[in-house]
């Protein structure tokens, strides 16, 4: 079977589990509701001064999004059980192999959120207020602050995901570790791009803080690939 035709089996896979997806998350978020105005006040406290809102919705919006994101935070596990589990049976992947991947990428994904949090925001937020002066205040809205830290939260958990997914692809017959291997300068390249895109602020050690832990996430993946047999 190509792998294209796996990929449309995998997609008919996840349809069939997008209803119960939908509405776990959907109660998930409910129950978290009701605890988001101490999450706000818990991630407030960490990263950021006084919040303020513009319109007369603004803070029920802003703790719906808090209560969204942190359902998802808690059932990334679950959803990540879902999705290897639709590449299970296109892509032959059973018992223990569907053990790794789902352990690994859960793992991955916290590990990428936590160094977000508690390394990477807090270096950008103190960088961005700096520009702060006596004539010049910052005056931070609660809805976009909290895009702000959910966004680059979940997107460096997704980004850490990098390792598993090269051993995926190479397992799959779409990428061999020696194309990992020969297109490291354009790897670091794309690494770069992504670290501008998702660190809050230009500066170069903000750029470092995402760009160095993907490289080695991305040699992390090669050197799996070293260890494990390719192609099974």
């Not at 209803?19 to 509701?33: G, Q």
């Not at 892509?91 to 192999?97: D, I, L, N, S, T």
């Not at 470092?208 to 192609?231: D, H, N, T, W």
Request: aromatic share 16%; net charge positive; with cysteine.
């Amino acid at each position: 079977m190509a792998v294209y035709s796996k990929l449309v089996v995998c997609i008919v896979e996840l349809r069939r589990s997008i209803r119960n997806l939908f509405l776990l998350v959907a109660l998930t978020s409910l129950a978290v509701f009701f605890v988001s105005p101490q999450l706000l006040h818990l991630v407030q406290e960490d990263l950021a001064e006084k919040l303020y809102f513009f319109s007369v919705a603004g803070p029920f919006l802003a703790h719906v999004k808090l209560a969204l994101f942190a359902a998802v935070f808690l059932l990334m596990p679950w959803l990540l059980t879902v999705f290897w589990r639709a590449l299970a049976s296109p892509f032959g992947m059973a018992g223990g192999q569907l053990f790794f991947f789902i352990f690994f990428t859960s793992l991955l994904f916290y590990a990428g959120t936590l160094f977000c949090y508690f390394v990477t925001l807090p270096f950008g937020i103190n960088f961005l207020l700096g520009y702060a002066s006596e004539e010049l205040r910052p005056v931070i809205s609660v809805s976009r602050f909290v895009n702000f830290v959910t966004l680059f939260v979940l997107a460096f958990g997704l980004v850490f995901e990098l390792p598993i997914f090269m051993v995926f692809l190479a397992r799959v017959g779409v990428c061999s570790r020696s194309f990992y291997e020969k297109n490291r300068r354009y790897a670091v390249l794309v690494i770069a791009i992504m670290a501008a895109i998702l660190t809050p602020t230009p500066d170069v050690v903000n750029l470092s803080l995402m760009g160095v832990p993907l490289y080695l996430l991305y040699e992390s993946g090669i050197l799996a690939l070293r260890l494990l047999p390719e192609g099974r």
